[in-house]
């Protein structure tokens, strides 16, 4: 049952909250007219607190269809929002402290963020692929300008230019796909397409569609072959823009591409509580050899990086192929496990990107040689990020070996055995190239001996995030458990 556009109010409150903070935003802009303003950075500290508060106590129940049947309101689109606003609260925070905002316009740049968190709170609960375009584009175009941010800086422009034009592309040959959907089947609601599609016998344009909202969708998670884009606008974007990109567009990303084709070419199975294809379309096959294409090129192209945030980069290609291997194996525990990777991937993956902000604002360089002695420059910071490190390669104790537990383990219980050797291999190629930011920071004689000093807030937070990395590394049960109730509450 639609809820209608008054009677769905109640459940929209975090989306005017974002909403509310982006006009307030404006105002102060347009008020102020200083291009530093710490006052917008709290405000969308305020904005974005208040966001995650509402989403975390409008009850999801069984999951409702509102907006007349435009975005859902269930555990998984709530999930996905709390997610990626605490995404975007740890990147406004990181934003206050960076060098790259140093005289330009803050207001601005806050809007952007906020805007894009707002496209990715539609992203996730979109049910209409008319909606789902429109949340696609308003994840996008703003990130397009957050790429661009550094005005004036060659490789920041670049990396806008290259963001806009793979982005165009791929968003061109996905809504060529959603044409070809509503000429198969009249309908713009994915239930409604695939409960079309199941009755229909058009194998080929089938197939068509689906390769080409995978190009969409494999943009916007920075799958190969669309990953592309993804090393250069990592580079040439602010730091705190690049933490960002990394991991939420990218959950949002996943959110999408779960909910839509697990609508519309698979439908759940009440006798064995699996889902089952419901089309000649072998979509799980098709990102089976995505996954493994992603996580080999990711880390083996990772390994000749020596500036680290193109590391980072490659490293988060590698990492959207680890979660694609939870996407192919049509089991709830699958979801479950990508869910619970995301998590565990947003603090070790932030946490990683704020050392980042801070080396970078005291030796102005962000080459591996800039963090050699780091553990004698600042041994607080270069314990924190050797926690990150380690926790993004999937060593116990970390956080990280639990994610990648769980992957491994649904797609052994599977039988994907040949998927869960290639991510074992690919993990194994990861240490090398994590392992030698470690050497220099401790191994390595420094440049510059001076010491490095961290704030005592910007130890604060660096303690908020390797505290989660550590603990969900041993107690991780409360985490699994809200994973495992958001996919319930799935509402297909």
Known sequence: MFLGNLASVGYFLPEFAVTATILLLVVLHVVTKSPKSTASGFLSLLGVGAAILLAGIAPAGAGRSIFEGMVAHDGFAVF????????????????????????????????????????????????????LYLALELVSIPSYLLAGYLKGQERSTEAAMKYVVYGATASGVMIYGFSILFGLTGSTQIAEIGRSLAAGKATLPMLLAAVMVAVGFGYKIAAVPFHMWSPDVYEGAPTPATAFFSVGPKAAGFAVLVRFYYTVFAATDPGTGLWRLTSAVDW???????????????????????????????????????????????????????????VVYLFMNLGAFYVVVLVSNATRGE???????????????????????????????????????????????????????????????????????????????????????????????????????????LYWEPVARIAADSVRMLAF
């Open 284 to 342: 799980p096959f098709l990102f089976a050899a995505l996954s493994a294409l992603t996580m080999t090129v990711g880390n083996l192209v990772a390994v000749k990086q020596d500036n680290v945030k193109r590391l980072l980069a490659y490293s988060s290609i590698a990492h959207a192929g680890y979660m694609l291997m939870g996407f192919v194996l049509l089991t709830s525990a699958g979801i479950e496990a990508i869910l619970f990777y995301l």
């Open 367 to 473: 080459e591996i040689s800039d963090f050699m002695g780091l553990g004698s420059r600042a041994p607080f910071a270069a314990v924190a990020f050797a926690v990150f490190l380690f926790a993004l390669t999937g060593i116990p104790p970390f956080s990280g070996f639990i994610g990648k537990v769980y992957l491994f383990a649904e797609v052994i219980n599977r039988g994907v055995y040949w998927l869960v050797v290639v991510a074992a291999l690919n993990s194994v190629v990861s240490l090398y190239y994590y392992a030698r930011i470690v050497r220099a920071m401790f191994l390595e004689e420094p440049k510059d001996a001076s010491a490095i000093p961290v704030p005592a807030v910007s130890g604060a937070m660096l303690v908020l995030l390797v505290a989660p990395t550590l603990i969900l590394g």
């Open 80 to 131: 996905f929002k709390v997610l990626t606003a605490l995404a975007t609260l740890v990147v406004i925070f990181m934003s206050m402290d960076s060098r790259d905002m140093a005289g330009r316009s803050q207001a601005e740049y806050y809007i952007f963020l906020l805007s894009t968190l707002l496209g990715m709170f539609l992203l996730s609960s979109a049910t209409d692929i008319v909606m």
